[in-house]
């Protein structure tokens, strides 16, 4: 008795494993044991060219992929969760899906994004949470510097991430608190070394360059994304082409005459009509940021990513697929972007109403799209030079990490075509 019992189980399971056509990675908050390896397992796929799937704002924004032994197998390794799904499943979530009742949609995903995170060399992976995730989450990368975007490498690439970075020339502002610091010394030493070595007589005019490239990198089609003070000093560089804003202890002569009134807001991405910060003890580049000027106890800091429609905004609902619309907030030093000073082209794709600061934007510039994201680390609420690094192990579903991750996968997606 017990045996036929066995062999009955055991034909439905090698039945229902004919049967399963389709695995989805759910990607709700209860059921995902891992959300940032499942994007890594949907890279994975494509590097396979297995055809894949984006399920908008079906449970928390699932992937659904073909099913194949070494999918589930490579599932398993990394700890993603998984179902097996029939043809017919597969049509009812579609059919649920196609609905005009449900803010859902699909995208394919055809193409491989090549990646590539704009570091300098011998950074740690935790110094940079994009570098940290796409480590984490095994989704291959390629470091560049100032080297390889002004000899024009950045063709090579379809998606770009600008690291914790100062594109002014002003050494990231350190000067005030951190002048004396071993390490400021030799960053200082090394910057300027990099600068001779390349042709220029400034490290401003040198970043400036290496922003001017950037520029053209999603002018031609590319798309960049940036976190912390990447953000406000990339589109501060392009606002001051051209122009000397740095003070002397930067670069040994003095700042251009009332260069504020200089500025061409028109060359910038995101920001406008900015004044820039002219104090160089101060930690902050301009009143973008809204680090010092908000009010908001640690326990009570949250940002709410935006809701879109699917099936009209399929891009910004890619950008924003979560299994929660409500993200912890965490410092930088951009920490979030004032809302008077976001161009009106630019999406708010999340903000914190309580103090008028918008946390994640996005917007399209020529051919190309770019997304800026305040603050550090996600996991790290006031990440602090020498902090101890953040360990994912401990963060696996963790929100804020997801909206970088939607981000790398966003260059893989196109539009499903409609019928007609």
């Given amino acids: 008795m017990l045996f036929r019992k066995i062999a009955f189980l055991t034909f439905v399971l090698v ?42 704002n079906y449970r928390g924004g699932s992937f659904l992929l073909p099913d194949a032994p070494e999918i589930r197998k490579e599932c398993q390794i990394r700890g993603v969760s998984f179902e097996l799904i029939s043809d017919a499943e597969q049509q009812s979530i579609l059919d649920e899906i196609a609905s005009p009742s449900q803010n859902m949609e699909y995208v394919i995903l055809e193409k491989v994004p090549k990646i590539a995170v704009y570091t300098p060399k011998g950074k740690q992976p935790w110094d940079d949470a994009v570098t940290l995730v796409l480590t984490y989450a095994e989704i291959p990368f390629t470091a560049i510097y100032d080297e390889e975007v002004l000899s024009d490498q950045l063709v090579l690439y379809d998606w770009l991430h600008l690291h914790h970075e ?16 071993p390490w400021y010394i030799e ?89 820039l910060e002219r104090r160089p003890d101060r930690y902050e580049f301009s009143d973008i940021d809204m680090t010092e000027k908000r009010v908001v106890p640690m326990e009570k800091d949250y940002f709410t990513i935006m809701e879109f429609s699917a099936k009209w905004d399929p891009i910004p609902s890619m950008l924003c697929q979560n299994h929660t619309q409500l993200i912890k907030g965490f410092m930088g030093q951009t920490t979030s972007f004032d809302a008077n000073l976001i161009k009106t082209n630019v999406l708010n794709l999340g ?17 190309g799209m770019f997304s800026f994201y305040g603050g550090h680390d996600p996991e790290d609420y006031q990440h602090k030079v020498g902090d101890a690094p953040t360990v994912l192990d401990l963060h696996p579903n963790s929100p804020g990490y997801r909206l970088i991750l939607n981000n790398v996968l966003f260059p893989a997606a196109r539009k499903k075509k409609q019928k007609t």
């Fill in 15 to 56: 039945s229902f494993s004919v049967k399963a056509s389709f695995i989805l990675l759910p990607m709700d908050e209860t059921t995902q044991q891992n959300h940032l390896k499942a994007y890594g397992i949907t890279y994975w796929c494509l590097e396979k060219k297995y055809k894949a799937s984006w399920l908008l």
């Fill in 166 to 181: 100062d594109f002014t020339g002003q050494y990231g502002k350190f000067y005030g608190s951190y002048r004396n610091a």
């Fill in 187 to 275: 960053q200082k030493k090394e910057a300027e070394n990099l600068v001779q070595k390349l042709g220029f007589s400034k490290v401003s005019q040198e970043k400036g360059a290496v922003a001017k490239k950037i520029r053209d990198f999603v002018v031609g089609g590319g798309f960049m994304f940036a976190m912390c003070s990447a953000t406000d000093s990339f589109d501060i560089a392009l606002a001051a082409d051209n122009i000397d804003i740095c003070e002397s202890m930067f670069d040994g002569d003095p700042s251009s005459p009332n260069y504020q009134s200089q500025l061409n807001y028109g060359n910038s991405f995101a920001f406008k009509d900015f004044i």
């Fill in 351 to 367: 903000s914190c109403e309580l103090n008028g600061e918008v946390r994640y934007i996005h917007g399209q510039k020529g051919k």
